[in-house]
């Protein structure tokens, strides 16, 4: 098993955009949402219009692309960093978990859905 940092610059290229895309994907689906409320900002308020704005514009499959152009306003950040990029955010959530995950080499064994 590797780690992230073992990998090549290529190898944790491709790690994060898995990521990424899988993350987005799940936005664009609703199998992952945000509490604005809890979080004190309109991220999923964000995520919502723009997959709205897709289907208005009656192109659904592009609800993905809406949402990496959608920004929203997090009241944490300093005001020169307001409205914050959607896309800037999923990036940031997605980099934990690639730096946490270990990647198994040709031969090993992996089983997955134990714990």
Known sequence: MKTYNELTS???AEALERIFS??????????LRFDDDKNGDNLQASVDAAIQESEDQQVPWFAAEFILEATYIDPKLPDEDNPASVRDFIK??????????????????????VA
């Open 92 to 113: 940031g959530i997605s980099l934990p978990v690639v730096e946490m995950a270990l990647y198994p080499e040709n031969g090993e064994w992996v089983i997955e859905g």
């Open 22 to 31: 899988e993350t987005l994907q799940d936005m664009a689906s609703g199998a």
């Open 10 to 12: 290529k190898q944790q």
